[in-house]
C-alpha cells in the first residue's frame, strides 16, 4: 500500500525548496526526475521523523535565544507538556534558577570552541515538579540562514539519581553505625542522616519501652505542642498508627502499605477518604492538625521482632513516594542491626563486669582463706613445732653422756625440726605477709626480692621507694601479689640472669616496670586466655590489674627479654 502523500506545510524546508524548482520547470523529463527527488525527501523525512519522534533521549532544537524550535517526544515527555505547547517556549524557564549560569556558560563554551559538552542540571516540567537530567549540547547552523542553533539531548537521570543518593545514603548510615560510640550517639545521627536524604520537615525515632509505650528516642523538626500529643497518646498506645505499626497489625487500605510492614500517606483528605477505621484517626487528626500531609513509619526490626519505628512527616503533600519508603526500609535494617550490636555489647559488658565481680570476689575470698591458713600454721603447727623442739632439748640434756649415738640422733631431730619451723613460717609469711601489715609495702617488697634472690641466685636491682605512696590495703596486697607473681614467672619461665624493679611516679599515676634478660616470648601467641602455666600467670596478673584500676602492658620478644609495665592512677592526697 502505497505511503499517503506528505502536506506542504508537514515538509521541512529544504523539502519544500526541492518543490519549488519543480514547479519552475516545465518539461516532463525534468518533472519526472523532480517527482523522484520528492518522493525520496518524503521517504527520508519519514525515517528522519520517526527516528527523531520515537527516540528513546529527548531531542531539542532551540536558537541562540533559548526559544524552542523543535522537539521530539521524548522530549515532551519529559517536560510534561504537548510538543505545539512547547515550541516557541524559552528554553531556560525549563531549568533551575541554580543552574542558569551554569548552562549559559556551558552554550557560550559550545559556540565558540564547537564542543559538544555534557553536563547535568536540575529542571522543571510544566506541572512544577523537578527532575534531575544531563543534556549534551551542539551548535548548529543552517545554510539558509545566519542565525546560530543548538541541539540539546536530554536524558532524564532521575532514576540513576536516585539510585546513587539511595546508595550514599546506606554508606552514610554504615559509617554511623560504625562510629557511634553510645545507642543515643546512634540514634541522633541517624535522624540527622535520613533528614538530610529526605529534606522533609521532621524526622522521628521512636523505640518502644518497657511498658510498651514508643516515645521518641530521637527527633528533629518536631514542635514541642506535638510531641506533648504524641507523649500524651502513650497514655493509650492502642490509638496510636505507630503501635499498629510496631505489632505488625493492618491498615485497613492496602494500598498504604508495603509488604514490609511499612505505612505511608501523601495527602490528609486521601487519608480521610481511603480509611473508616477508628484507630487510625487519632494519629491522622494530630498530623494533620500540626500542618504535616505526607507521613511515613516505617519499621524498625531487631531479629525478628519490630522494636521501634522511624517516624517521617513533611507539610508538602506527595513527598513519600514507594521507592523513598523502601529507602528508609533499608535504613531501618541497619539500624536495627546497630542497634543490635550495642544491646550485644551491653550485655557482653555485664558480663564481664559480673565476672570481674566474681574473679574480685574470688581473690578476696582466696586471701582471707591464706590469712586464715597462715594464722592456723604459725599458731597451731608453728607453735606445736616449737613445744616438739622444746622437748627434744629436754630428752637431749638429760641423755647420759657416754650415749654420743642418742645425742646425735636427737641433736638431728632438732635440726630438722627447725628446718620445719621455718618452712612453715615462709608458707605463713607467703600466703600473709605480716611484714606488709606492720612495715608497709616497700619493705614487704624489698624482702620478697631478698628471699628470691638467696633462692635463686638471680640479682635484682631495685629503686621502689616510690611505692609507699601507695596506702590502700586492697592495692598494696594486689601489688604484692603481683610481684610475687612476677618474681615467679621470670623464675620458672625466662632463664634471666638478673632482674630491674623500678618505680616512677608523676602527679596523678604511678609507673611500676620489672624488666629481665631472659628468653623472652611472642606476646602475640601468648594469649592471657591460654591454659599453659605461663598464661594463667599473665591472666591473674592481668586481673589484679583491673581489681585496681591499673592498666598491664606486656612487651618481650624470643631472645629480648621480657618488659612488664603495669600505671596506676595515684588517688588525691
Known sequence: MAEPPIADNSLPESVRHVDNCHDADRDPENRERFRMTRQTCEDLYRKYASLFDFAPIGYIVVDREDMIHEL??????????????????????????????????????????????????????????FFDAQLQMQSISSRRTDASRYSIALVDISEHVQLSSSFTLLQDCLEVAIQAKSMQALLDAFVQVIKSFLKCDAVGIRIR???????????????????????????NPDQCLCMDVVKGRSVPDGSFCTTRGSVYFNAAPSVSAASTDKRT??????????GYESLALVPIRIDTAIRGVIHVVDRR?????????????????RLGLALQRFQLEQKLCESVDTLNALSSHLLSVQEDEQRRIAMELHDGCGQDLNVLKLRLKFIRDR??????????????LMTDTGKIINDIRMIAYNLNPATLEALG????IRQTITEFSAYTAIPVDTDIDLLDRIRDPKHQICLFRIFQEALLNVYKHARATRIWVTVRSDEKRLRIELRDNGTGFDVSKQSTRTGDPKGMGLSTLALRCRMIAARLSINSRPGKGTRLTITLPLPDE
Open 441 to 444: 609495702l616497700t619493705v614487704a
Open 281 to 290: 484517626a487519632p494519629v491522622k487528626n494530630r498530623c494533620n492538625a500540626s
Open 209 to 235: 519501652d518497657d511498658f510498651g509505650n514508643i516515645p521518641f528516642q530521637s527527633y528533629d523538626g518536631f514542635s514541642q505542642a506535638f510531641l506533648l500529643s504524641e507523649r500524651q497518646m502513650n497514655s
Open 72 to 129: 521530539n517526544l521524548s522530549a515532551a515527555i519529559s517536560l510534561n507538556a504537548p510538543r505545539a505547547k512547547l515550541t516557541g517556549h524559552c528554553f531556560t524557564d525549563f531549568i533551575h534558577q541554580d543552574d542558569l549560569a551554569g548552562f549559559d556558560r556551558k552554550k557560550k563554551k559550545c559556540r565558540k570552541n564547537l564542543e559538544t559538552p555534557k553536563f547535568e542540571l536540575k529542571m522543571k516540567r510544566t506541572d512544577g515538579t
Open 399 to 412: 641423755c647420759p653422756a657416754d650415749r654420743g649415738d642418742l645425742i646425735g640422733a636427737v641433736d638431728d
Open 317 to 333: 503533600p506527595n513527598v513519600f513516594s514507594l521507592r523513598v519508603v523502601e529507602n528508609l526500609e533499608n535504613v531501618a535494617q
